[in-house]
């Protein structure tokens, strides 16, 4: 069984897409059940290239990663989804449409890459220990044996992981 996750920003530009990449590149690299996608409640329609850069300077692929709204995962004939995590706090806020299958949510809250302050330089760098601090996250995502979690159960493992 797959599991899927969905990743959401508001914009869908930068973090949500880190954790979608980072998602799929980890489960695939540690053989772990996971397939994940990415959205966001106002998509900006192009994904930040500094995003793209950090992920591909780091072995990720990211073919496929578009900036994309979150309504095509709300569709009764979308993949249905296990968890749902948010990693901007405006997108937590929000109130997110209805996903089938009811699954566990937990927002992971990380600071906005794009609008750290100075060069392009500084801003690689805010990109980058993004993508590491995602990562770190879901790689306490991939440890779990989610395969013989309740969703309670799951939902309380997603919640120590919020505060690690």
Sequence with gaps: MTFNVLVLCTHNSARSVLGEAMVNHLAKRLGRPFKAYSA???PSGRVNPFALEVLQH???DTAGVRSKSWNEFAQSDSPQMDIVITVCDSAAAETC???????VKIHWGFPDPSRAPGDDSAKRIAFEITRQAIG????QLMALPIEAMSQTELQ?????????
């Design 97 to 103: 449409p209805f996903w089938p299958g009811a699954p």
């Design 40 to 42: 966001g409640s106002s």
């Design 156 to 164: 309380a493992a997603l919640n120590l992981i919020a505060n690690s």
């Design 58 to 60: 780091a072995g990720i």
């Design 136 to 139: 770190y996250k879901i790689l």
